[in-house]
């Protein structure tokens, strides 16, 4: 976890109020606007996520997913708790953070159901990450933590989830990482496949 999410309209209207606050500097944030289409993201496809840029936010294209150590493996997520150990993910973590805004995500059980998980209340998760640059440009990976109650029905792990007002925190204070690593995701809406089906 987390293997796909996704984006929608809702999504970066969000991610352009939440520039806004954190900067003034608007170019970087309607490039990013006029590049998010509402989709499903998957592992290696191309996606937005927000960076420092300063002392401000910016948005930009990456690659979801480090290439592995075998050929045609690919590393999507990282966790936590052994992240600042991994020389895979200790330089990117201490100095190259990201979060990955969505709508939602995905997760099957071991029944093979699929599961929608959301912010009940809001358009927007802001799930933590980090990057890395490579010959064929930066890639990132998205953070996971243990699961809390409303997900451990489905699965073990979830993305770190940052509240709004985290979000400049883990792009822009270095001191503040370590706690962030070890805090406890809020609590999400779940959705399974079949209810959400018999809305229509």
């Known amino acids: 976890m987390c293997g796909r999410y996704y984006v929608d309209d809702d999504t970066a209207r969000e991610v352009e109020t939440l520039v806004r606050q954190v900067d003034d500097k608007m170019r970087e944030t309607m490039i990013c606007k006029e590049g998010i289409v509402a989709k499903d993201i998957h592992p290696m496809e191309t996606a937005f996520i927000l960076t420092s840029s300063g002392s401000g936010l910016e948005c930009k294209c990456q690659r979801w997913g480090f290439p592995g150590f075998q050929k045609g493996q690919v590393i999507i997520n990282a966790r936590c708790e052994s992240a600042m150990e991994k020389p895979m993910f200790r330089e990117a973590v201490l ?83 370590e706690g962030l690593l070890r805090k406890s995701p809020p609590l999400l809406e779940r959705r399974t496949e079949y209810e959400q089906m018999s809305l229509f």
């Open 95 to 177: 100095h190259r953070r990201a979060v990955i805004p969505a709508a939602g995500f995905y997760e099957w059980d071991h029944s093979k159901q699929k599961h929608t998980f959301c912010r009940e209340g809001r358009s927007t998760l802001f799930m933590a990450g980090c990057y890395r640059r490579y010959e064929d440009g930066d890639r990132f990976v998205i953070l996971t933590t243990r699961a809390n109650a409303s997900m451990e029905p489905v699965h073990d792990r979830m993305p770190l989830i940052l509240e709004q007002e985290e979000v400049a925190e883990w792009l822009l204070k270095d001191g503040a990482v």
